[in-house]
């Protein structure tokens, strides 16, 4: 959670990521207009919002999880997801204060969207073992 706060400040903003990502995108793809490359620099962005969010949601699974000898329980994915949900929320509120960001609900969907994605690779893992017994 630290690093995805350290990630919201205005070191990792859009115009800093640019600087790097965009000249990197135009030299290995040279073809590719100004308007391709800042699209693709957004898509980028966002699938980094949904991997941190992944991260998370697993992190957070394994928190409610504890050490019990359980695989799975509803409880813990439900406690997860709302987990990631609050987290998405603040983490916006905080992005609301940098200058050189904006807080967004479309951003918390995202973020949420990784968070959820995570839960269900967990329950289909556990239906998976579950099944090979």
Do not use: C
């Not at 965009?22 to 991997?51: M, S, Y």
């Not at 998370?56 to 987990?83: D, E, S």
């Not at 509120?93 to 940098?98: E, G, K, L, N, R």
């Amino acid at each position: 959670m630290g690093i995805i706060f350290w990630m919201s400040t205005g070191m990792l903003s859009s115009d800093q990521t640019s600087r790097i990502i965009v000249p990197a995108l135009n030299f290995l793809f040279p073809g590719l207009a100004p308007h391709q490359l800042d699209i693709i620099h957004g898509l980028l962005r966002k699938t980094g919002h949904v991997t941190e969010y992944f991260f998370l949601g697993i992190l957070f699974f394994r928190a409610f999880r504890g050490h019990t000898i359980q695989q799975w329980h509803p409880r813990w994915t439900i406690y997860a997801i709302m987990g990631i949900v609050l987290y998405a929320v603040s983490d916006e509120f905080h992005q609301a204060f940098v200058s050189s960001r904006s807080a967004s609900l479309v951003d918390v969907g995202i973020d949420s969207t990784g968070g959820i994605l995570s839960q269900i690779v967990i329950i289909l893992r556990w239906k998976i073992m579950r099944h090979l017994g």
